[in-house]
């Protein structure tokens, strides 16, 4: 993605890539969450992409040299997965 901004012509390839990566994320997703009775408080493809961002961001993150701790970010907080029925 980063070199996309020195190199134009893969943009296009990137946001392909970019596309089916959250489309992949969102089917696996739902197919969990029927599997194990779960449910998320957000679209599924809205969960399916801030985890992704998440995960890529935490990734410029760390190669831009941050000194912070894998625990200066917190992936599994921008979940909102649940028991689709609470008990």
Do not use: C, K
């Not at 760390?62 to 609470?86: C, H, K, W």
Request: glycine share 8%; net charge neutral; aromatic share 6%.
């Amino acid at each position: 993605m980063s070199i996309t901004r020195r190199r134009p012509e893969l943009h296009a390839v990137a946001e392909h890539d970019l596309g089916l990566l959250f489309h992949q994320a969102q089917r696996y997703l739902e197919a969990i969450l029927d599997r194990r009775g779960w449910a998320v408080d957000r679209p599924v493809e809205v969960e399916a992409r801030t985890f992704w961002s998440t995960v890529l961001g935490a990734r410029l993150i760390s190669e831009s040299g941050f000194g912070g701790r894998s625990s200066d970010i917190d992936l599994a907080g921008v979940l909102t997965v649940r028991p689709a029925n609470p008990i």
